[in-house]
């Protein structure tokens, strides 16, 4: 093996470094032993999967690839260099572009940066809605875990911004409690959404959010608040107090019939109009039929519209179930 190709050492402690190297459009990721034979490259494949294999001697040698330092190993017991100065300020690392909703400050000297997990999720979230199946949920976790360690190790100071833009005057405030009760401020901004008759593709246009991520989030909300439908993730976030800040639309009184009131408290429980026709013994014609008097009375775009405009006219009281 050349000797450009010899073990690479960390410059701070002497510890081995793996690298990475190109070869036949693959990405090899390397242990950086002396000598081929016996290495293990893992490498991505076309669909992104993670492969490995021997390099043995029956088998193409590294020799020539073009090898790239990987970031220096968190293991590193070796006191950080210091930083330069530039133009009378001090810089503690590289300065990386905040995600949406989170605000990336560098620490003061001599205090412990303050990591939120919620960087961590948001990093998540985005490597899911891009990567979609070539990267399983736990992957994603752990790829947001190392990038929170990642900046801890820079000096980042990370924390949630004191306000979001929400729709129609709602101020979407840091996430509500603490551990996993919290409603994080996208989560906030959805629920907005939908509760004033948005689709998911005009939310992400609201919030200049990719509609894939935007998807991805709305599904997952779904999951995390135990619900069917978005009517019903509408109906619990006005149950648990999650959309107070939310003005009321101005729109004149209304009545609707007991029947429509009925269906539509049904549906606001997330059933459909299967099980909205088996609970009230209707036919499922006549069950369509009240659902949209309902919405033209109310003047709604879509069933999670008609629910807040349902509960801001008192004709339904959203019971709250089990919290996320």
Request: glycine fraction near 8%; charge should be positive.
């Amino acid at each position: 093996m050349p000797s450009d190709h010899g073990v690479q050492r960390c410059e701070r402690c002497g510890a081995r470094v793996r690298r990475t190297a190109t070869a036949a459009g693959r990405r090899l990721l390397v242990d950086a032993d002396p000598a081929p034979t016996g290495n293990t490259a893992v490498y991505t494949d076309g669909t992104g999967r993670l492969r490995s294999r021997s390099l043995t001697a029956d088998r193409p040698t590294l020799e020539h690839l073009e090898w790239r330092a990987m970031p220096h190993p968190a293991t590193c017991k070796a006191p950080e260099p210091r930083p330069r100065r530039s133009g009378g300020r001090r810089r503690t690392g590289v300065r990386v572009a905040p995600l949406a909703g989170v605000a990336a400050v560098s620490a003061p000297a001599g205090t412990l940066p303050a990591v939120p997990d919620a960087y961590g999720a948001l990093i998540a979230e985005e490597a899911l809605a891009l990567l979609g199946e070539r990267i399983t949920p736990e992957e994603a976790a752990r790829l947001g875990q190392k990038t929170v360690a990642a900046a801890r190790r820079d000096g980042w100071h990370i924390s949630a911004r004191p306000q979001h833009a929400a729709p129609d005057g709602l101020v979407a405030q840091a996430p509500i409690g603490d551990g996993p009760d919290a409603l994080r401020p996208f989560e906030r901004q959805l629920l907005a959404g939908l509760a004033r008759g948005r689709t998911v593709v005009q939310i992400a246009e609201d919030t200049h959010t990719r509609i894939a991520t935007v998807r991805s989030r709305y599904k997952r909300l779904r999951t995390r608040l135990h619900v069917r439908t978005g009517a019903q993730a509408v109906a619990q976030a006005y149950a648990h107090g999650w959309l107070t800040g939310l003005l009321p639309e101005d729109r004149p009184a209304v009545r609707l019939t007991p029947r429509e009131r009925a269906v539509l408290e049904a549906a606001a429980a997330g059933l459909s109009v299967d099980r909205i026709a088996l609970r009230l013994d209707l036919a499922r014609g006549t069950v369509q039929t009240h659902l949209r008097t309902a919405y033209a009375r109310l003047d709604a775009r879509n069933q999670p519209h008609a629910v807040p405009l349902a509960i801001q006219h008192r004709h339904i009281t959203p019971t709250p179930t089990r919290r996320p």
